[in-house]
């Protein structure tokens, strides 16, 4: 019994050492190739976006987050149709990937995931939306993403509102603005299996499987084997109950 307990002592003491400490928000968005939103923007625009795909599915950006209180669907919005086609980067506060998936790799797959995170110590709010070419050609599955930031911070004593600068802001008297610092973030983009697992996480519950099972065959080892010493401390105790009552 004693050999057993310094054991678990000891596994206690190194699982600490063995996990880090994780201090980050993410964005997720799952989504079917041919079931999204379309949207017209001209080959001019889209050419000079970043691809995310098959070999290179992660990369790390920054943006300015939009003014304080600013709504997250009022990001970076133009009134005027026609003044899409300025994009991208024309608004600091948003940013758009072209999400390639005919790579032969992932032809089998038919729902993906767009994984966005970033330092819980930023004050910032993500939204990702998903989009399809309007004129896409029926072989193609390429999709757009856009994503877009909001300062998600507390307003310190002493700072006052101003009027936004640029149409693509909130109202006055909802929007805060000073500068603050650009937010980092990592984006994700690969397939799922059987529509709910990542592929980056198959490797972990390949990993976790075995363990599990083992670990559920040999618990009824270790309840045969821990039983043993409970009954024993059972019957100690019941000895010392009974010599107690004839001491009386």
Known sequence: MMWFSQRAFQVYTLLPLL???VAAN???INFLPSREHT???SSAVVGNWSNLHHSDNERQWALQPAALHTPLHQVCEIDDETALSERPFSCP???WVILDLDDKEWESYTTFTL???WAASAPADFSIEIYSPEAQAPTTRSKYARIRVVNAGVLTPGAR???PRTSSDAPANL????EPDSVPFIVILEPLYLGVLPASLLPTVCFLIPILLVAAMSVP?????LDTFVRQAREDLTRKMALGKKER
């Open 161 to 163: 509102p101003q009027v």
């Open 26 to 28: 993410t964005e997720i």
């Open 221 to 225: 080892f270790a309840i045969a084997y």
């Open 39 to 41: 949207i017209d923007l």
């Open 19 to 21: 996990c880090h400490q």
């Open 93 to 95: 506060h948003e940013l």
């Open 175 to 178: 929007a805060v603005e000073y």
């Open 115 to 117: 994984r966005l995170s």
